[in-house]
């Protein structure tokens, strides 16, 4: 099938209301309309920078490695750069409202994200919390990128801005108050330099005293995919298919991934190179218990990105470093399934898992699934903040190795699926721990009376 039949193919699937929920779709039709390389950095907008950027960076094995702050001179913002392997998470933070007037008498803006508005920062945390606002993502040409994208039909937010150092950036929306960030380079050759100016953005500065001392690091290397909730499917699809080109690269119904109680459809899209996946998962309505997806549209006040898949090498490590630090300024993680799911798991990946590594994985609440080509180990942490919106997903994968043209050999996207039947477990330890809340909830409704 050539690339206008496939495009069209999922049009109309989609726009016929209609999702299959056949899992991974293996056909990619190299229908990009410009060239993406991979996922660059995620910002997340916040209240307090500092405080922010450090859980994470204690929580997650993440180094703080670069700042823009009043110490660089800037007056508008915060923003902390944490880095392991090739993940990259920005904290930023707005300053008052009398420093970042003051910048006004500059004779030009400090702010080292030149997108940075305050007011929209500040209403952006008032609406949805600690949140993600910008998923940026490297392109080949960020001119072109967002010109291609708005003409076809993407809205846009910022028009390319060319910085220091050959940098050019620009924004488009991707839902609700998220954007979806282009970042091209005029040499990328630098990207290995050390400086963050080269290899990130102009204008952060090396965070120099932490070098003496012992680096974070759990295992974690890059961002798998970025899953965001909206409250209609076929619309966002439409959009963002409609502007990138990305293909569909799975899809689950209700059926696949819900449970008695609740559920959800998703659909994910992925570039050519399926380095840059993003699953677009709406609510299932009329069910017994709400959807989760439904709870997290209404604490965000609406679409937003509900959670980040970041990848192990060793998710056995990671996992005991962050539980280590679970209770004390690290993250949570969700119930695990009962116990029956690990006594059949050797049934379902004794082919692949020892023994050993299925105990590790009862042990430490890691779900394990698999498709026609590989495995997929993961997990998740509970909200990571006051609101039930965003957390985190930790993740390996195993199998899926090819070569490409140049000999090199790499791991396939998407390898062992997106968890197909483990989002149901997923759904079942979501209500089990809402469960465990109304019941506190209603133990402080109606305390127990006694003589």
């Given at each position: 099938?050539?690339?206008?039949?496939?495009?069209?193919?999922?049009?109309?699937?989609?726009?016929?209301?209609?999702?299959?929920?056949?899992?991974?779709?293996?056909?990619?039709?190299?229908?990009?309309?410009?060239?993406?390389?991979?996922?660059?950095?995620?910002?997340?907008?916040?209240?307090?920078?500092?405080?922010?950027?450090?859980?994470?960076?204690?929580?997650?094995?993440?180094?703080?490695?670069?700042?823009?702050?009043?110490?660089?001179?800037?007056?508008?913002?915060?923003?902390?750069?944490?880095?392991?392997?090739?993940?990259?998470?920005?904290?930023?933070?707005?300053?008052?409202?009398?420093?970042?007037?003051?910048?006004?008498?500059?004779?030009?803006?400090?702010?080292?994200?030149?997108?940075?508005?305050?007011?929209?920062?500040?209403?952006?945390?008032?609406?949805?919390?600690?949140?993600?606002?910008?998923?940026?993502?490297?392109?080949?040409?960020?001119?072109?990128?967002?010109?291609?994208?708005?003409?076809?039909?993407?809205?846009?937010?910022?028009?390319?801005?060319?910085?220091?150092?050959?940098?050019?950036?620009?924004?488009?929306?991707?839902?609700?108050?998220?954007?979806?960030?282009?970042?091209?380079?005029?040499?990328?050759?630098?990207?290995?330099?050390p400086n963050p100016n080269h290899w990130f953005l102009p204008n952060f500065e090396l965070v120099e005293e932490l070098s003496s001392k012992p680096s974070l690091d759990y295992g974690i290397r890059g961002l798998d995919h970025a899953v965001g909730n909206v409250p209609e499917l076929v619309s966002a699809v439409n959009y963002v298919h409609g502007f990138t080109g990305f293909h569909e690269f799975s899809e689950f119904t209700a059926e696949d991934v819900g449970t008695c109680e609740s559920g959800?459809?998703?659909?994910?899209?992925?570039?050519?190179?399926?380095?840059?996946?993003?699953?677009?998962?709406?609510?299932?309505?009329?069910?017994?218990?709400?959807?989760?997806?439904?709870?997290?549209?209404?604490?965000?006040?609406?679409?937003?990105?509900?959670?980040?898949?970041?990848?192990?090498?060793?998710?056995?490590?990671?996992?005991?470093?962050?539980?280590?630090?679970?209770?004390?300024?690290?993250?949570?993680?969700?119930?695990?399934?009962?116990?029956?799911?690990?006594?059949?798991?050797?049934?379902?990946?004794?082919?692949?898992?020892?023994?050993?590594?299925?105990?590790?994985?009862?042990?430490?609440?890691?779900?394990?699934?698999?498709?026609?080509?590989?495995?997929?180990?993961?997990?998740?942490?509970?909200?990571?903040?006051?609101?039930?919106?965003?957390?985190?997903?930790?993740?390996?994968?195993?199998?899926?190795?090819?070569?490409?043209?140049?000999?090199?050999?790499?791991?396939?996207?998407?390898?062992?699926?997106?968890?197909?039947?483990?989002?149901?477990?997923?759904?079942?330890?979501?209500?089990?721990?809402?469960?465990?809340?109304?019941?506190?909830?209603?133990?402080?409704?109606?305390?127990?009376?006694?003589?």
């Amino acid at each position: 099938m050539d690339k206008s039949n496939r495009e069209v193919k999922m049009y109309l699937r989609v726009r016929g209301f209609k999702v299959l929920g056949f899992n991974i779709v293996r056909t990619n039709p190299k229908s990009d309309r410009f060239n993406v390389e991979r996922f660059h950095h995620i910002e997340l907008w916040c209240s307090d920078a500092t405080n922010t950027a450090r859980r994470f960076s204690w929580g997650l094995g993440m180094p703080l490695v670069a700042k823009s702050d009043l110490s660089t001179g800037n007056l508008a913002h915060a923003s902390y750069l944490l880095r392991s392997g090739d993940l990259s998470f920005v904290f930023t933070a707005p300053y008052s409202p009398s420093i970042a007037a003051a910048q006004h008498l500059e004779p030009k803006s400090t702010a080292s994200i030149p997108t940075f508005d305050r007011e929209s920062c500040v209403a952006f945390v008032a609406s949805h919390g600690l949140a993600v606002r910008a998923v940026a993502v490297e392109v080949d040409n960020a001119d072109i990128g967002f010109h291609t994208s708005v003409a076809h039909g993407a809205k846009p937010l910022a028009s390319p801005a060319l910085l220091d150092n050959g940098v050019t950036l620009a924004e488009v929306l991707l839902y609700g108050d998220v954007v979806l960030r282009y970042v091209s380079y005029k040499d990328p050759s630098k990207a290995s330099d050390p400086n963050p100016n080269h290899w990130f953005l102009p204008n952060f500065e090396l965070v120099e005293e932490l070098s003496s001392k012992p680096s974070l690091d759990y295992g974690i290397r890059g961002l798998d995919h970025a899953v965001g909730n909206v409250p209609e499917l076929v619309s966002a699809v439409n959009y963002v298919h409609g502007f990138t080109g990305f293909h569909e690269f799975s899809e689950f119904t209700a059926e696949d991934v819900g449970t008695c109680e609740s559920g959800m459809k998703q659909i994910v899209l992925a570039n050519n190179d399926e380095t840059v996946l993003l699953p677009l998962c709406e609510p299932v309505y009329g069910t017994k218990r709400k959807s989760q997806i439904q709870t997290f549209l209404e604490h965000n006040e609406g679409a937003g990105l509900q959670h980040l898949a970041l990848v192990s090498e060793d998710i056995f490590r990671t996992l005991r470093e962050m539980r280590q630090r679970s209770s004390i300024g690290g993250f949570e993680f969700m119930p695990p399934p009962p116990p029956t799911y690990y006594n059949n798991l050797k049934n379902r990946a004794g082919d692949v898992l020892t023994d050993e590594q299925i105990e590790q994985c009862e042990e430490l609440g890691i779900l394990v699934d698999r498709d026609h080509e590989g495995t997929l180990l993961q997990i998740f942490t509970k909200p990571v903040g006051d609101r039930p919106t965003m957390f985190v997903e930790i993740i390996q994968r195993v199998g899926c190795m090819k070569k490409d043209e140049e000999g090199k050999v790499h791991q396939k996207g998407g390898c062992g699926g997106f968890g197909k039947g483990n989002i149901s477990e997923l759904f079942k330890s979501v209500q089990e721990y809402e469960k465990t809340l109304d019941l506190q909830r209603l133990a402080v409704a109606e305390p127990t009376i006694s003589a």
